[in-house]
C-alpha cells in the first residue's frame, strides 16, 4: 500500500475482519476471515499465544469459515470460480493440507453448517433441490432430509453477517432446519429431526404471511430451548421454544423498531439481542426472569454480528457511516485489530433521512452531502436483496463520491428489511415498480430540498439495485444522465432458469410462481421490456460466473442497447456476484469513477 494513492483508494485498502467464530470447548482458538493479505482469506488466532496464522490462500477468496468443536480445525467453504458453489473443507488448526469435511457429499451451493462434539450437518443446494447431510465421528456423511424449497441451518447468510452454528442442540439431539412454509420461501417454518436418523420431533409455523426463523438452542445440556424470532406483531421480536413440550413464549419489548435475538448467555438466564431502528443498531442484554434490559455501551452505528463469549463478555462488529468496522467488546475495547498499514478509516458521517412517497408512506434512508452548499451532482444508491437495508455502515464507495462532489442518498425503498413484515412483503407479487417508485421519490425530495441538482443524478445499484437502476433508466429516462448498473438483472425471463437454487425458490415465492407461471407480470417487470426507451449511458459490471445474477441475461441486455445506438459500456471480471480481492474491486470502482467524470456535468 502507498501513501500515494488518492485517499478513496486508500479507505478500500482498510482491512477488513469479521468477527471470529470460536468453541464453548476452545474459546481461545478462535477462526475468522479476513482480507488483510489482499483477498478474503480464513484466519486461524490462537488467542492465549497471541499468534494469526492465515489458513486459506484461495485465488477468488474465501466468504465462508469456522472451526470444529475442539478447536482442531478450520472449516472453510471452498468455491474455485466464485460461482458459489463448491465444498466445505477441513485444515488443521495449526497449519496443513486441506481435506473434503464431508467426503461422498455432492458439490454444491452451501446452505448452513452446524458443528457439535461428534456430528457436522449440512444443508447443500443442488440442481434439483436442497439437502441435509449428517457425518457422525467423521464417518460418511449421510441424506437425512431433502426438500425441492429452501432448507437453511442457522440463520446463514444473514445481514448480521455469515452464519450461526446453532442448530444443533447442545447434546446433538436434535437439528433444526428453516424451511419453506407450504412452499412459501419468503415466509419460513422450522423443522426439528433426529441429525441421525431424519425422524421428525417438532414442527413450528405461524402461518401464511409470518416467518419464523431459528437463533440457537440453548447453552445448557438438558435444556432443549430454541431461540427463535418471529414477526406475529409485523416487527421482528424474539420467542423462545421448546420442540419437546410445545411450550412457546413470545418476548415483549416496548420499543420502536425491530428486535432481533443474537445468542443466549452461557446460563440461558439472559439473551442477547439487537434493536433496530431506522437504520441504527444498538445491543441489548435481556434477562428472562425480570423482562428486564440492559444496554450493551458504545454501540453505535450498524452491527455486523454480535456474540457472547463463555465467560459472558460480548464481542461484536460494528461500523458507522464515518468508520471503517472494528471488533469490540461490552467494555468498549478493541479486541482484534487489522495489520498495520496506511488505510484511512474516517470519512463523512451519515444523515437519517425521510420522505414521503406517492403511496402515501414514509420512507427512510440517508444522505451523504459534501462540504458547502448544495445543489450538488448527486448518486442515488440502490441497495440489493431486495430484502436487505442501507443502515448507517461504512461505505468507501459512497466516501468516493463525496470526496468528487456527489451527494449520495441511500433509499430503504418497499421491500427492504428492518421496517417490519408488511414493508418488506410489499413488493411479493408486485416486483419493480414500488422500489422505483420510492427511489424517485426520494430524487424529488433531494431536489426541493436543495441538496440534489435535477440536471446532474446518476442512478447505480448492485444485484437488485443493478435490476431496479435498470428499470428505472426505462420508466423514468429523463430523470438521470448516467447509471451503474452492478450484476444487474437485464432479462428477469433469462435469469431465471440460469439462477443458484436458492435464487430460483426465491423468486417462485416472490413472483407467485415460475417466470413462465406468470409471464405477463415478468414481461411487464422486466428491464429488457423498456430498453427502447433508455436515453442515458450506462456502466454494467459483470461476474463472469455470477449464479445470482447470470451473465448472459445482462450481457443480453448489453447487446439490445448497443443495437439500438445506445451507450453501454461495460466491465467483467472472472469471479461471481462479488469479487474479494481487494485490487479487483479498486479496479472495478476505478472504472465507475472515470465513468462518472466523463458523463455527469461537472
Known sequence: MSVDRPVWERRLLTPTIHLPHWSPDAPDRLVTVSNESGAAQ???????????????????????????????????????????????????????????????????????????????????????????????????????????????????????????????????????????????????????????????????????KNSVTAIAWSPVPGDERLLLCHERENLTRPAIWNPATGSRVDLAFDLPGEVVP???????????????????????????????????????????????????????????????????????????????????????????????????????????????????????????????????GWWPDVQMLV?????????????????GREWRDHIIGDIGFPEVEDVVA????????????????????WSWGGYTTLLAAGLHPDRFVAAVAGVPVGDYTQAYDEEAPSLQAYDRSLLGGTIHEVPELVRERNPITYIDRVKIPILFLVGEHDTRCPPDQAMAYVNALRARGGIAELYTYGAGHSSHVIEEELRQWRAVLDFLLRHVPR
Open 42 to 208: 480464513a484466519v486461524a488466532w490462537d488467542r492465549a499465544t497471541g499468534v494469526r496464522r492465515r489458513i486459506t490462500d484461495e485465488p477468488i477468496g474465501v466468504t465462508i469459515a469456522t472451526v470444529d468443536r475442539r478447536g482442531e480445525r478450520v472449516l472453510w467453504f471452498r468455491d474455485d470460480s466464485g460461482d458459489e458453489s463448491g465444498r466445505w473443507m477441513a485444515t488443521p488448526f495449526d497449519g496443513g493440507e486441506p481435506e473434503p469435511l464431508l467426503p461422498g457429499v455432492p458439490d454444491g451451493w452451501p446452505s448452513g453448517l452446524a458443528v457439535g462434539p461428534t456430528l457436522v450437518a449440512a444443508a447443500i443446494a443442488d440442481r434439483s433441490g436442497f439437502a441435509v447431510y449428517v457425518s457422525e465421528e467423521g464417518g460418511p456423511a449421510k441424506e437425512v432430509h431433502r426438500d425441492v424449497d429452501m432448507l437453511v441451518l442457522g440463520t446463514f447468510e444473514s445481514e448480521l453477517e455469515g452464519f450461526e452454528l446453532g442448530a444443533l442442540s447442545s447434546d446433538e439431539a436434535l437439528l433444526c432446519i428453516d424451511t419453506a412454509q407450504a412452499g412459501d420461501n419468503i415466509h419460513r417454518a422450522l423443522l426439528v429431526v433426529d441429525p441421525r436418523t431424519g425422524e421428525v420431533a417438532g414442527t413450528l409455523a405461524d402461518g401464511p
Open 403 to 419: 470526496d468528487h462532489g456527489f451527494a449520495v442518498g441511500m433509499v430503504n425503498y418497499r421491500g427492504s428489511t428492518g421496517y
Open 442 to 461: 426520494g430524487l424529488d425530495d433531494l431536489v426541493a430540498r436543495g441538496i440534489a441538482d435535477p440536471a446532474r443524478v446518476v442512478i447505480g445499484g
Open 262 to 392: 443474537l445468542d443466549w448467555w452461557p446460563d440461558a438466564r439472559s439473551i442477547l439481542v439487537l434493536h433496530r431502528f431506522l437504520g441504527r443498531d444498538e445491543l441489548l442484554r435481556y434477562d428472562l426472569a425480570t423482562s428486564g434490559t440492559l444496554e450493551i455501551p458504545g454501540v453505535r452505528g450498524q452491527v455486523f454480528g454480535a456474540r457472547v463469549r463463555p465467560e459472558g463478555r460480548v464481542w461484536y462488529r460494528v461500523e458507522r457511516g464515518e468508520r471503517a468496522s472494528r471488533i469490540l467488546d461490552d467494555r468498549g475495547e478493541e479486541i482484534l485489530v487489522p495489520e498495520p498499514g496506511e488505510g484511512v478509516v474516517e470519512g463523512a458521517p451519515y444523515r437519517s433521512w425521510t420522505f414521503v412517497n406517492p403511496a402515501g408512506d414514509r420512507v427512510h434512508g440517508f444522505v451523504v452531502t459534501p462540504e458547502g452548499p448544495g445543489p450538488f451532482p448527486t448518486y442515488l444508491k440502490v441497495h440489493g436483496g431486495p430484502s436487505w437495508l442501507y443502515g448507517d
